[in-house]
């Protein structure tokens, strides 16, 4: 290697780690606006034009903050905890794909990349909560452990299934790029959207974003793990929270909703990175909108909701879908005919589990229907 | 056809609970804002409404309506208001009818609770309630309104018409006093309402 | 409902209690509420709760200030219901005197009460949502208080502070179209009542997370003496406008709201269905509202007579009685005691916490709606 490919190296991350913050802002500010409008205010209004300087400026203040650290905290940790859940987030960019083509590395094993790197942001976490020497934050620390761990197993289910399903259209199934590929056709979501729906709920959860804001909760534990932390590491926590949410949502998009693929986007080049960040936008716009109106679980509901449905449907999901490409692919169905055939299986497992829930809904609400009466 | 068939599947399911506050919330999109863009925007205020107290000017005679009579100071509940009378030299020369003006008026808006007793309190529809709402200054010495600053506010809220003359309000009193009870109006007892106003604290 | 947790433990293992300090500066504590939990991990073991950060010596106070100067400190006692404050003490003194309200004057203050309970139980709506993560429900209940307030404003000439009853009626009439206003408001109000229902009544989350918790049976929370929409929630039929009837409330009608499991649900839906009522309530004293004179005959200096008298009233919050001592022929009275149903209905407040869930702490303090400026007095 030259000098001219380290130039180039760096010139790459340095435009990616900037386009991620830079989008980091335009999120933040996106969720402002558009929850205000969910509540009937106007939201940022002031800082420039439409205040979309707003959480520019927000950033310049938490930069220019003292940077506090508790007494008889652990030195080390307590600065090493932001980074460790900031890099992971950030290397995960490393592989997923802009366009055909526009991706850093495309490595094949992407799929196993990206569920390991996942489940790393927990460590900080905890490193977070622990180092902080604070009460608050050692709760937060403890619940997000517990959660994070808890709805990785769905996600990653979820995301195992996709690859599966990927076999049938190439060789390199668990490779971004060749999923992609594979919902040229027919995007996943309409084959298998009992993953997407898992994938989106492990999503939110992964996240912290309501109604799963547990460790975050800041009516009980005001803030969780970070309760301490102030100024540019705050700025750090928030960072990689919301980065965490753009990867999640682009994740989505790539393995359910066909990635870069479009009307035209064989043609022109151009509108691929377009059609994925519109894809990612529209899935980031769900997350805000659940988040206005919903309340945030208990511990242990929340729990309960993990280990007693999430994850035995999400196992269910994942065996269906594999009994479904083994016997297909043995008995040499055309691809159309798998697709039909998992896609009706799936809806049927989705309409059957809408139902279930439901009787359970209507037991709850019993609860009310009972106390209160039809008025 | 698959998504029309999965929301007819899935319609009753999720019309229930938790998916009816998601639409609320989604209705709400679609309404014009409640937010007042303050500064910019400034709130209308109710005819009613009551800052701190200011005085009024007497516009015929040129002097203020205060006597400096007292009163005010004594039913304030915080103890904001300092007022001092003196002879007034227009009544010498016949101008006023006022035999006292007051001579100093000093009004600490820090501490003032924006009651409205004071202006109830008057007997000489001397004080009235600004609309002055933003009070905020750098120093709270500033806050200390002396006679004149407090003239100058009353003559803004008079020129607003926040305030009629007392004849006029005095009329209106007692045409109200006359349909409300069947008190029988005689000068006595009004004079003896009158003393016992101004002793209103002599215990 | 009720979720009974099995702790998993290693016998060998050791383990410690938790003490965390919540509040006074803690978001969820309404002011400057202070508590210290001990947690056995994300469970309550025992509360300590710690008031005194508001006290301003309301009741010292009164025994300096004339009868007419006290109606400024009852605006300030539970700033979110200061007409209902108001009320209850412009009737004990008006019981002393023994002074007669016109009808008019009667009506204008039902109405402004009840308004005032609704705005009341807006404010607990929004802060009860947010207390369990829900961001909207602030926002509906703030927008709904607000247009009260502008109401409250036109009226009195302030939001909060009104100091608008007077010993013997009201300080003005009402402003001309205030028929047209507050029907106009009732119609929103109506509106962001069903908003508000649909964002949180049937909600599994809210359910979930209300149904069960807290729960105070009937028996209990009379050894409390809880009062308000926490009694009744648990079952007990006693709302003073019902059980000892003042000013017109025997002539209106108007039901109690009961609830059966005295959990945090049933609060909330009590005052969510208190403020149907309310909203019946206005709308019969708009119909009814007579023409008139709006202050009884009162000198202007208030000496009541030698004697002690007390009278309760029903607030969005419960029960504020005024126990007032007078010595006879002084402005100013010799003792004013405030029985304030904040104060009263905190009592229960560890009874209901001990064995709940972190989480569940601030959904139950959220559940009795206190108000600091009260309970510290």
Aim: hydrophobic content about 45%; some cysteine.
């Amino acid at each position: 290697m030259n000098i001219s490919d380290y130039i180039s190296i760096f010139a790459i991350v340095f435009v990616m780690f900037n386009g991620i913050l830079g989008s980091v802002l335009v999120v933040i500010y996106g969720e402002r606006k558009v929850l205000a409008r969910l509540q009937q205010r106007i939201g940022p209004s002031r800082t420039g034009p439409w205040g979309i300087l707003q959480t520019l400026a927000d950033a310049v203040k938490l930069v220019l903050k003292e940077d506090i650290r508790p007494q008889n905290s652990d030195r080390i940790i307590f600065y090493l905890a932001p980074l460790i859940i900031f890099t992971p987030i950030f290397m995960l960019w490393v592989v997923l794909p802009f366009g055909s083509g526009l991706v850093l590395g495309d490595i094949d094993l992407g799929l196993f990349y990206v569920s390991a790197l996942l489940g790393l942001s927990v460590v900080g976490m905890v490193a977070a909560g622990w180092s902080s020497n604070s009460k608050y934050a050692m709760l937060g620390s403890a619940r997000s452990a517990a959660q994070l761990i808890s709805y990785e197993l769905p996600l990653i289910l979820s995301i195992l299934s996709v690859g599966l399903f990927a076999q049938l259209f190439t060789d390199n199934p668990f490779n971004l790029s060749s999923i992609v590929n594979a919902q040229a056709g027919l995007p996943f979501i309409f084959v298998m959207p009992l993953a997407f729906v898992l994938f989106l709920i492990g999503g939110l959860a992964e996240t912290a974003r309501i109604p799963f804001d547990i460790p975050h909760a800041d009516e009980e534990i005001v803030g969780g793990a970070f309760v301490e932390y102030s100024g540019i590491r705050w700025g750090a926590f928030q960072l990689s929270e919301y980065t965490g949410l753009i990867t999640m949502a682009f994740l989505a998009s790539i393995l359910f909703l066909g990635g870069w693929s479009g009307p035209f986007s064989d043609k022109f080049v151009w509108l691929q990175p377009f059609y994925i960040s519109s894809k990612t936008a529209f899935i980031i716009l769900l997350a805000f909108w659940i988040r206005a109106p919903l309340p945030r679980l208990r511990i242990d509901q929340l729990m309960a909701f993990a280990w007693k449905a999430i994850i035995p449907i999400s196992f269910a999901n994942f065996i269906l879908v594999s009994l479904v490409v083994f016997i297909g692919d043995r008995i040499s169905l055309p691809i159309f005919q798998i697709q039909l055939i998992l896609g009706l299986l799936n809806l049927i497992s989705m309409i059957a589990l809408a139902y279930l829930l439901t009787s359970r809904r209507k037991r709850r609400l019993a609860v009310y229907r009972e106390r209160w009466g039809e008025k | 056809m698959f998504t029309a068939l999965f929301l007819f599947f899935l319609w009753r399911p999720i019309s229930l609970g938790t998916t009816t506050g998601l639409f609320t919330a989604l209705k709400h999109a679609f309404r014009r804002p409640v937010t007042l863009q303050y500064p910019t925007e400034q709130p209308v205020l109710a005819p009613r409404f009551m800052a701190h107290p200011v005085l009024t000017w007497d516009f015929e005679v040129d002097e203020p309506y205060c006597t400096g009579c007292l009163i005010c100071m004594k039913i304030c509940p915080t103890d904001v208001i300092t007022v001092s009378m003196k002879d007034n030299e227009k009544f010498a020369s016949e101008d006023s009818k006022r035999r006292k003006i007051v001579d100093d008026f000093k009004l600490d808006v820090a501490d003032c609770i924006m009651c409205g007793l004071c202006v109830d309190y008057c007997n000489f529809d001397a004080i009235v309630m600004s609309d002055h709402f933003d009070a905020s200054v750098d120093n709270r010495s500033n806050l200390v309104h002396d006679l004149q600053t407090l003239l100058d506010e009353g003559k803004g809220q008079q020129e607003k018409g926040r305030w009629s003359p007392p004849a006029t309000k005095k009329s209106q009193r007692r045409s109200a006093a006359q349909a409300k009870v069947s008190k029988p109006s005689s000068s006595e007892e009004a004079k003896e309402s009158t003393s016992e106003e101004n002793e209103i604290e002599t215990d | 409902m009720e979720t009974k947790a099995t702790v998993i433990r290693d016998e060998n293992s050791e383990t410690a209690e938790l003490r965390i300090n919540m509040g006074p500066q803690h978001p969820a504590t309404h002011g400057v509420f202070r508590m210290v939990l001990t947690l056995d991990g994300e469970r309550v073991v025992t509360v300590e709760p710690h008031i005194g950060y508001l006290h301003r010596g309301s009741e010292k106070l009164t025994e300096g200030e004339n009868f007419q100067q006290i109606t400024t400190l009852f605006d300030r006692l539970d700033y979110i219901s200061n007409f209902n404050n108001e009320w209850v003490y412009v009737r004990t003194v008006e019981r002393a005197m023994e002074v007669e309200i016109p009808e008019r004057a009667e009506f204008i203050r039902i109405i402004l009460g009840e308004l005032n309970r609704i705005a009341s139980h807006f404010l607990f709506y929004g802060t009860y949502g947010l207390d369990i993560g829900a961001m909207n429900p602030v926002m509906i209940g703030f927008r709904e208080r607000e247009r009260i307030q502008a109401l409250f404003e036109g009226v009195s000439g302030a939001r909060m502070m009104h100091n608008y009853f007077r010993v013997g009626g009201v300080k003005e009439d009402l402003p001309d179209g205030f028929v047209p206003a507050i029907n106009a408001l009732l119609e929103h109000l109506k509106k962001g009542y069903e908003d508000a229902k649909n964002i949180l009544t049937e909600s599994e989350i809210f359910i979930e997370r209300t149904a069960g918790i807290g729960a105070l049976d009937a028996e209990r929370t009379l050894d409390y003496g809880v009062t308000g929409p926490v009694l009744r929630a648990a079952g007990v039929d006693y709302d003073i406008r019902k059980a000892d009837p003042y000013s017109m409330y025997s002539d209106l009608d108007f039901s109690v709201p009961l609830g059966s499991h005295g959990d945090c649900y049933d609060r909330y839906m009590v005052r969510m269905l208190e403020i149907e009522q309310s909203i019946k309530i206005i709308e019969q004293c708009i119909r009814r509202l007579p023409d008139g004179p709006i202050q009884g005959k009162v000198s202007r200096i208030l000496r009541p007579p030698e004697g002690d008298f007390f009278v309760h009233g029903e607030n969005p919050r419960g029960d504020l009685g005024v126990y007032l001592v007078s010595t006879g022929g002084t402005v100013r009275p010799y003792r004013l005691k405030i029985r304030g149903p904040s104060f009263s209905n905190l009592m229960a407040l560890s009874s209901m916490m001990e064995g709940a869930y972190l989480a569940d702490s601030t959904v139950i303090l959220g559940s009795l709606d206190i108000v600091l400026g009260e309970v510290d007095r």
